[in-house]
């Protein structure tokens, strides 16, 4: 536990009732207070202690801990939790002892958070009591970013398709992508003639008279194109927002050359951005590429 020298955070808060002219109003109840001292900075992972004091001018009949964020939203108790003994029909009562912790779970985000106290006596107040969790999980700020794994095979393999359907994550093998035509986003081939493998739309697929696209019916003409974006910085895009925009006027090619470490960025049938990386290659007709999904 590294409380050390860290400041410990001492709150407390008061009502008090006046009349008009300045003079407290005997027939007015004071709001309840709260001590407590937290440690402005908890560790994840650990369970601490807490000292303090709730006092009223009337009987208590319930004291409520939770824990909420900086921006006053609930944190769940698998979380965070304060745990405290029950207390009611008192006017005061002391917090020692240990009958008073809070635990962090090794899994809760670092970042600001405040124990929130409702004292219900004959008025009810709420006191605030704010800290830090360090040496938590990190989460990304935005929209987390959907992730697959897909396995394309060139035109003659026959154990992974060629018709990359990036919004189901799948490759579809011929049959299926005949029942599919209008979902798949990319195609896959081996380029005999220039003896290259690349990637292209569904559209240029037919158009090249792979055997997997000939007899397609309108194929879609999927917008897409290779960006500069190294392998390690595709693995650092978390969210969504980070996710660079999509340019119409940058998307002109049909297909491109593949090699590993390749990025592209994808305008899906389903209008979804996608970025694709190009992880493994093993090149020929019969070969296949894995790509990490991102979108």
Same mark, same amino acid.
Not at 24 to 39: G, Q, R
Not at 47 to 73: D, H, L, R, Y
Not at 159 to 187: E, F, M, P, T
């Given at each position: 536990?590294?409380?050390?020298?860290?400041?410990?955070?001492?709150?407390?808060?008061?009502?008090?009732?006046?009349?008009?002219?300045?003079?407290?109003?005997?027939?007015?109840?004071?709001?309840?207070?709260?001590?407590?001292?937290?440690?402005?900075?908890?560790?994840?992972?650990?369970?601490?202690?807490?000292?303090?004091?709730?006092?009223?001018?009337?009987?208590?009949?319930?004291?409520?801990?939770?824990?909420?964020?900086?921006?006053?939203?609930?944190?769940?108790?698998?979380?965070?939790?304060?745990?405290?003994?029950?207390?009611?029909?008192?006017?005061?009562?002391?917090?020692?002892?240990?009958?008073?912790?809070?635990?962090?779970?090794?899994?809760?985000?670092?970042?600001?958070?405040?124990?929130?106290?409702?004292?219900?006596?004959?008025?009810?107040?709420?006191?605030?009591?704010? $800290?830090?969790?360090?040496?938590?999980? =990190?989460? @990304?700020?935005? %929209?987390?970013?959907?992730?697959? &794994?897909? #396995? *394309?095979?060139?035109?003659?393999?026959?154990?992974?398709?060629?018709?990359?359907?990036?919004?189901?994550?799948?490759?579809?093998?011929?049959?299926?992508?005949?029942?599919?035509?209008?979902?798949?986003?990319?195609?896959?081939?081996?380029?005999?003639?220039?003896?290259?493998?690349?990637?292209?739309?569904?559209?240029?697929?037919?158009?090249?008279? $792979?055997?997997?696209?000939?007899?397609? =019916?309108? @194929?879609?003409? %999927?917008?897409?194109?290779?960006? &500069?974006? #190294? *392998?390690?910085?595709?693995?650092?895009?978390?969210?969504?927002?980070?996710?660079?925009?999509?340019?119409?006027?940058?998307?002109?090619?049909?297909?491109?050359?593949?090699?590993?470490?390749?990025?592209?960025?994808?305008?899906?049938?389903?209008?979804?951005?996608?970025?694709?990386?190009?992880?493994?290659?093993?090149?020929?007709?019969?070969?296949?590429?894995?790509?990490?999904?991102?979108?």
């Amino acid at each position: 536990m590294k409380i050390g020298l860290r400041t410990i955070v001492c709150a407390f808060a008061l009502g008090i009732g006046f009349t008009g002219c300045g003079l407290l109003d005997p027939d007015e109840s004071s709001a309840p207070e709260v001590t407590l001292s937290v440690p402005s900075i908890l560790d994840a992972g650990t369970t601490t202690p807490i000292t303090g004091e709730v006092k009223a001018s009337e009987e208590i009949s319930s004291v409520i801990f939770t824990v909420v964020t900086a921006q006053n939203e609930s944190v769940s108790e698998s979380r965070i939790q304060v745990e405290g003994p029950t207390v009611k029909g008192v006017k005061s009562f002391k917090f020692k002892d240990n009958n008073l912790k809070i635990k962090i779970s090794s899994n809760t985000p670092s970042g600001d958070y405040k124990i929130k106290v409702t004292v219900k006596a004959d008025v009810e107040n709420d006191t605030y009591f704010p $800290f830090t969790v360090e040496g938590g999980s =990190t989460e @990304p700020e935005g %929209t987390p970013v959907q992730t697959a &794994t897909i #396995t *394309a095979g060139a035109n003659s393999n026959p154990d992974h398709g060629s018709s990359i359907d990036l919004d189901q994550g799948v490759a579809w093998l011929s049959a299926d992508a005949r029942n599919n035509i209008s979902k798949i986003d990319l195609c896959y081939a081996y380029s005999g003639v220039n003896k290259v493998e690349k990637i292209g739309t569904p559209a240029w697929a037919k158009a090249s008279a $792979f055997d997997y696209a000939k007899n397609w =019916t309108n @194929p879609p003409q %999927t917008k897409f194109y290779k960006i &500069t974006m #190294t *392998a390690a910085e595709f693995d650092a895009v978390t969210t969504k927002e980070e996710i660079p925009e999509f340019s119409e006027s940058k998307a002109t090619e049909v297909s491109s050359n593949v090699a590993n470490g390749d990025v592209f960025i994808v305008k899906t049938t389903e209008s979804a951005i996608a970025l694709i990386c190009i992880t493994e290659k093993v090149p020929g007709s019969t070969g296949s590429i894995k790509i990490k999904l991102a979108k």
